[in-house]
C-alpha cells in the first residue's frame, strides 16, 4: 500500500501539520505558541466566518413542485404551460449550419464573426426598421438571460446606482441589479420616481413585448422613455426577445404593425447613444437549446462590453454563430412557428375565457396574462387539479398578484387536451 506523504499522520483535525500548512506554508507567527483556549477561539472565529456563496433569493420555480405532483396525477397526463420553452423541431437549415460548423477546433470570436454581425445588422434592417447600426455595434451573446444577469455589473454599477425595470417583470431584471450591488426599482415610467431616486438612475430596462404581461410600447411611448433616459445620463436596455410575435393590431402576417424598437429611427433620432437592445432567437426558431442571442446599440458601450466579456470568457461557440448567421437569414421558418402558435392562442384564449379568466393585455408574446380575480396559487391549484400547469403572477413582483401566465408553448396535442379539460369544467 503507498505510503502517506510524510508528516500526514501528524495533521490536525483540520488538516494543519504541526509545522507547516497544507501548501507547505509557514503557519501564521505565534499560531504553534497559542493556548489551547486562544486555539479554540481561533478556530472558533475561522468557523463564524461568512458562508462562502452570493446571497440570492431561492430560485421561484422551485415553489411550483406540489403543483406539478397535482398536475402529474391527472390520468390524461399534464399539461405544462408554466415555463415558455419551446417543443417544435428546430428548422432543419439551422440544424445543418449547426453541424456544418462543428469541425470547430480553434477559440470562437466573442464579438462574433463578421458574417454573423452583418447577419444581425441586415436583420434589424429588414424586420425592425433599424438603419442605424454598423456590425461594429453588436454583438452575439450566450443566450439573452446572461445578458440581463450581468449586464449592470458590465456596465460598471454599483452601490447607489438605480436600476429601473418594470412593474410586472422577469425576476432577473432585479438579480442582475443584485449582483452588481445596485438598487432595483419597480416602476412603468421614470415619472414614477421621486427627485432622489430619478437622480440616481443609471439603467432603465424597458421589456417590450413583455414578460409576462404582453404588452406592447408604441413609438411615442418608446421615444418619451428614451427622451428622459437620455436626460438622465443612463441608459436605456429594451429586451425584445418577442417582438416577432405580435398578435392582433401588431400582427404583421395579419395586416399589423411591427412591434417598435428602441432602436427605430423614430424613437431614437437615428442614434444608439445610450441604447442597447436585446433580442433572442430562442422562440422564434426553436433554438432555446442554443442559447442564441445579441445585443446591439451605442457603440462605446459595445466595444466597452466586448472587452470585458474577452476577459469574463463570456463567448457564443462558433457553430452555434454559424447557425444564428443562417436563422437570421431566413424568414419563412419564423413565419410558420409563428402561425403555429397563432392557432394555439386562439383556441386557449377560447378556452380560458369560458372557463373564467379574464385575459389581460397579452398583445404579443408567447404568453396569456390571466387573472380569475382571486389569489394567483388558488388558480394555479385549479388548475393544477385539471392537469395544468400555469405559471403563477407573483413570480413577476407584487403587482402580478392574483395573475396566472399562461404559455403558448405545447404540442398541438397538449393545447388540444387543455382546451377539453378547460370546456369541461365549465359546463361542470
Known amino acids: 500500500m503507498q505510503e502517506p506523504p510524510a508528516g ?16 507547505g506554508l509557514d503557519k501564521a507567527p505565534g499560531l504553534d505558541k497559542l493556548d489551547h483556549r486562544d486555539k479554540l477561539d481561533h478556530r472558533d472565529k475561522l ?10 433569493p431561492d430560485y421561484p420555480w422551485d415553489a411550483m413542485a406540489p403543483y406539478q405532483q397535482i398536475a402529474a396525477a391527472h390520468p390524461d397526463g399534464v399539461v405544462n404551460l408554466s415555463i415558455g420553452t419551446p417543443v417544435d423541431p428546430t428548422p432543419t437549415l439551422i440544424q445543418q449550419a449547426l453541424v456544418a460548423a462543428a ?40 443566450g439573452s438571460k446572461e445578458l440581463v444577469a450581468w449586464l449592470p455589473l458590465l456596465l460598471g454599477l454599483g452601490a447607489g446606482d438605480v436600476v429601473v425595470r418594470p412593474t410586472v417583470a422577469y425576476p432577473t431584471y432585479d438579480i442582475g441589479a443584485t449582483l452588481a450591488g445596485a438598487t432595483s426599482v419597480a416602476a412603468d415610467s421614470l415619472d414614477e420616481l421621486d427627485d432622489e431616486t430619478r437622480a440616481r438612475v443609471r439603467l432603465v430596462w424597458v421589456n417590450s413585448p413583455g414578460n409576462p404581461t404582453g404588452i406592447v410600447r408604441d413609438v411615442a411611448q418608446l421615444r418619451q422613455l428614451v427622451d428622459q433616459a437620455r436626460e438622465l445620463g443612463a441608459v436605456v436596455a429594451s429586451d425584445e426577445c418577442y417582438a416577432e410575435l405580435g398578435w392582433g393590431r401588431w400582427d404583421v402576417e395579419e395586416g399589423g404593425t411591427p412591434v417598435p424598437s428602441v432602436l427605430d429611427p423614430r424613437v431614437c433620432g437615428g442614434s444608439a447613444a445610450n441604447l442597447l437592445a436585446v433580442y433572442s432567437l430562442s422562440k422564434q426558431s426553436n433554438v432555446a437549446g442554443y442559447r442564441a442571442a445579441f445585443v446591439a446599440g451605442d457603440a462605446a458601450i459595445m466595444a466597452n ?16 454563430q454559424e447557425a444564428m448567421r443562417v436563422a437570421l437569414g431566413d424568414d419563412a421558418h419564423v413565419r410558420d412557428q409563428k402561425s403555429r402558435y397563432r392557432v394555439r392562442r386562439a383556441k386557449l384564449v377560447a378556452a380560458l375565457e369560458g372557463y373564467g379568466l379574464a385575459i389581460h393585455h397579452s398583445e404579443a408574446g408567447l404568453y396569456l396574462w390571466c387573472t380569475a380575480g382571486q389569489d394567483t396559487w388558488h388558480t394555479i391549484e385549479r388548475l393544477a387539479r385539471l392537469g395544468i400547469v400555469a405559471g403563477p403572477g407573483v413570480f413577476y413582483g407584487d403587482a402580478g398578484s392574483g395573475y396566472v401566465r399562461i404559455a403558448l408553448t405545447a404540442t398541438d396535442d397538449r393545447i388540444d387536451a387543455a382546451v377539453r379539460r378547460l370546456a369541461a369544467e365549465a359546463r361542470a
Not at 48 to 53: D, K, M
Open 8 to 23: 500526514l499522520d501528524k495533521l490536525d483535525g483540520r488538516g494543519l501539520s504541526s509545522s507547516k500548512s497544507p501548501l
Open 47 to 56: 468557523d463564524h466566518r461568512a458562508a462562502f456563496g452570493l446571497a440570492l
Open 103 to 142: 469541425d470547430a477546433p480553434g477559440y470562437p470570436t466573442t464579438h462574433g464573426t463578421p458574417e454573423l454581425r452583418r447577419a444581425i445588422v441586415d436583420w434589424f434592417a429588414r424586420r425592425r426598421n433599424v438603419t442605424c447600426l454598423d456590425p461594429a455595434q453588436v454583438m452575439p451573446t450566450v
Open 305 to 320: 462590453l466586448v472587452n470585458s466579456r474577452k476577459h469574463a470568457g463570456m463567448i457564443v461557440p462558433h457553430p452555434v
